[in-house]
């Protein structure tokens, strides 16, 4: 997994102060990914993260309360580092289409070398349902937010409201599913360019 040396900004007064100590929990995280991503919660274990993060099990407990503490912190991470990869995508001057076409892209790649995204994101529906929505909820309000400029800018037809930014959502989902989990046979541009085929025809504003 590729290591982002950022700590997440929700551990309170756990929250790492050091380099070394942001490194720690990157570290930690990382290794939660990979546990909870092919054990699942319940066969997951503590002494399993630790181990596969060459840490001591007390560093843990300096970070984390519990397992489920961890696992709540790592759906979040997901989520931030999902956010994060799409925006480093959008640079640059860009059609609002093509904007779309763009974050899509960024997130098949990065479910393909996060596989364990889809197993976490959708344990967490019954760990810890509120992740779960947050996790849907914000990444819909980007949409939304996106559709909303295009719309400004004239790209997108009137009336988009948040119905369209979750079924695109939806729609972006299952195809991370499809072709990043199931199948990597298709390049993940010229998958984002027939979802972006699909929108030109549904949300583009016709002349």
Do not use: C
């Amino acid at each position: 997994m590729t290591s982002i040396q950022a700590a997440p900004a929700h551990l309170g007064s756990k929250e790492p102060r050091t380099e070394r100590g942001r490194r720690t929990l990157r570290k930690l995280l990382d290794a939660a990914a990979t546990e909870f991503g092919e054990k699942g919660f319940h066969e997951a274990s503590i002494t399993g993260i630790t181990s596969r993060a060459g840490t001591a099990l007390g560093t843990f407990y300096t970070y984390f309360d519990s397992k489920d503490e961890i696992f709540r912190a790592l759906v979040k991470d997901l989520s931030d580092r999902v956010r994060t990869t799409a925006g480093q995508a959008l640079v640059g001057e860009m059609t609002p289409l093509e904007t779309e076409r763009r974050a899509l892209s960024a997130f098949l790649r990065f479910a393909r070398e996060h596989k364990e995204i889809y197993r976490i994101i959708d344990e967490s529906e019954f760990v810890d349902p509120a992740s779960y929505r947050a996790h849907y909820a914000s990444t819909a309000r980007r949409i939304l937010d996106r559709l909303h400029k295009g719309a400004q800018a004239g790209a997108f037809r009137d009336g988009l409201e948040e119905p369209h930014a979750w079924a695109i959502m939806g729609m972006n989902v299952f195809l991370g599913l499809r072709y990043s989990i199931w199948s990597e046979q298709e390049s993940a541009e010229d998958i984002a360019e027939a979802a972006s085929s699909i929108l030109q025809r549904g949300i583009a504003r016709q002349p």
